[in-house]
């Protein structure tokens, strides 16, 4: 293989980052769905030929799926050698959760891209979906059983052969949708996003040749091991363990364990997850493919000087026992994987901050509070409101922790409430930073946020799927927990919580009636005594906690401040 000097190495690894980010660019741009064009829940990337490793991916995908793209391909790999017919233009197109991750919302289309007759890499895309059928308008089903529940289930098919759209296949997708206008517009999407990589990628190759290219992905490769393993070096050896708890299933209302043991020895870092529950009835399980990729981004937030590189995981053990939670087999469902992989996200932290807690912040929010709001406009056309929601982000050694962001799983904005209210008849009544929620520190956890929707049709539906109701967001090194997660409902005869305190389906609306949210904070940072009395001073002043819990958390100095 060509040898690649370092200069070489930097252009090339920047020109093919900025491919995987044009991509990104011009799926949200141009798709039909806010979850996509607002949120940016998307991403796109090029994978190993063989074994359909991420080799780059863009900066405004989202983090989740950087791993688990790479089983999505490999799914295909996988696919194409059985079928044995590939070529150039084939596209696959599937959402099998249990064998490409996340769950049944996330489309994927892979296509292999070919030089001189011989895949040279693969493109792939991915973005949520507005609704691919199932019982749930917007396919978030906290009662689902089983993935049947939950929307269509597509293995990989060939979307395009040669180039040429198989319409059939088109079809079947759009007649198993509320919202087919949507689906079309983001199909579209994102084949014109594997066409621009294709295109992309040639002018690449013709400019600096096929072995060259193939010689920067190996050495990008084996760079992040390196970096990777360097920072685990800089690790105490030792063994630290975390637990925290997920509310319930959505069927049973019983709390279920997440647990980790985190072990360094040396340059090599174990993620040990013996202890978690087994898999269970409702659909908080996921995919192995989905907890796997969830480590890397736990790994990342930890150190952020490490690539969207497969390379980096090569210096990771992962330890997931068979039948968990976090290994679940089809048909279980997995819709709601967003909530559990916040939950392992949770728990590693608070396992690192033993060993380092100069690296860690306190825990974040901790859901994404799936809201889905559906009903009929006059003309009889079904509207879905599907939404996630922020909170607040954990404090660190260096701050307060980010009032009102959006999950550490992504880099996905929260869809305005301007496009949500042109989109839908809905008016947001309250959107506001949610005072008090934050916990209490030396740096104080960010403030999660207070949503109020109410409905302007003269019916709708509503459908929430969330978390951290029972289970406040943790501080570390010191730091308080955060709020609880709440949601409320308006009925004629007043305000009402779920019977499962995150998790319900089919509220009944009228015309007037309202839905509220408010979510939880961060975790705290450090002990409370170590705050400065002017920033407590500052936070009473700013509404963000009200002067007796200041007093409490913190003592009464800073009121002497404020005079």
């Not at 709601?336 to 060993?355: K, P, W």
């Not at 520190?441 to 049709?457: K, P, T």
């Not at 609306?509 to 920033?535: C, D, F, I």
Request: charged fraction near 20%; proline fraction near 6%; hydrophobic fraction near 40%.
């Amino acid at each position: 293989m060509a040898e690649i000097d370092p200069i070489t190495l930097a252009v090339l690894a920047g020109r093919m980052e900025q491919i995987a980010d044009e991509m990104d660019a011009t799926l949200f741009r141009s798709a039909f769905n806010p979850i996509i064009a607002e949120a940016h829940d998307a991403s796109h990337g090029l994978y190993d030929a063989v074994s359909g490793d991420t080799l780059v991916q863009g900066k405004s995908g989202l983090p989740i799926f950087v791993g688990v793209m790479a089983f999505a391909v490999k799914a295909v790999i996988d696919k194409a050698a059985q079928d044995k017919t590939l070529a150039p233009g084939d596209t696959w197109i599937f959402n099998d959760a249990h064998i490409g991750g996340t769950h049944l919302s996330d489309m994927r289309l892979v296509r292999p891209y070919l030089r001189d007759g011989e895949i040279f890499c693969y493109l792939a895309s991915v973005g949520h979906w507005h609704d691919v059928g199932g019982p749930v308008p917007g396919n978030y089903n906290p009662s689902a059983t089983e993935v049947f529940q939950e929307a269509l289930v597509l293995p990989p098919v060939k979307l395009q052969r040669g180039g040429e759209l198989q319409q059939d296949v088109v079809d079947i997708i759009l007649r198993n949708t509320r919202m087919q206008q949507s689906a079309m517009g983001d199909l579209s999407g994102q084949m014109n996003a594997l066409d621009l990589g294709v295109r992309r990628m040639d002018a690449l190759l013709d400019e600096y040749g096929a072995e060259t290219v193939k010689a920067a992905l190996v050495a990008l490769g084996d760079r992040a091991e390196t970096l990777a393993r360097s920072e685990i070096s800089e690790m105490p050896d030792g063994r630290w363990e975390a637990e925290d708890f997920m509310d319930n299933d959505g069927i049973t209302d019983e709390a279920l364990p997440v647990r980790v043991a985190l072990e360094v020895q040396g340059d090599k870092l174990t993620l040990d997850f013996t202890g978690t529950a087994p898999t269970c009835a409702g659909p908080i399980n996921i995919a192995r493919p989905t907890a796997i990729a969830c480590c890397y981004v736990a790994i990342k937030h930890i150190f952020p000087s490490l690539p969207a590189n497969a390379g980096v995981m090569r210096s990771i053990d992962i330890k997931i026992p068979d039948n968990c939670l976090l290994s679940a087999e089809y048909p279980l469902p997995t819709g709601g994987y967003t909530e559990t992989i916040l939950r392992m996200i949770d728990v590693i932290f608070s396992a690192a901050a033993q060993a380092m807690p100069e690296k860690v912040v306190g825990n974040a929010y901790g859901t994404i509070n799936a809201l889905s709001i559906a009903g009929r406009r006059p003309d009889g056309k079904r509207w879905v409101m599907f939404s996630f929601y922020g909170g607040g982000h954990g404090g660190s050694i260096e701050s307060d922790g980010l009032n009102h962001g959006s999950a550490p799983i992504s880099t996905a904005t929260i869809p305005p409430a301007e496009i949500l209210e042109s989109a839908y008849p809905v008016i947001f009544r309250q959107w506001a930073l949610r005072d008090g929620s934050g916990g209490t520190g030396m740096h104080r956890g960010g403030l999660g946020a207070v949503y109020e929707i109410e409905v302007m049709d003269e019916s709708a539906e509503a459908f929430l799927f969330g978390e951290r109701g029972r289970f406040a967001p943790k501080g570390i090194a010191g730091g308080g927990d955060a709020a609880k997660n709440v949601f409320h409902y308006e009925q004629d005869d007043g305000w009402h919580e779920p019977a499962l305190t995150s998790k319900m389906v089919g509220i009944p609306l009228k015309k007037g009636q309202r839905v509220r949210l408010e979510t939880p904070g961060g975790g705290g940072y450090g002990q409370p005594s170590e705050r400065p009395a002017a920033q407590v001073a500052r936070d009473v002043s700013l509404g963000y906690i009200d002067a007796a819990a200041a007093d409490e958390a913190y003592g009464t100095a800073w009121r002497e401040v404020e005079q």
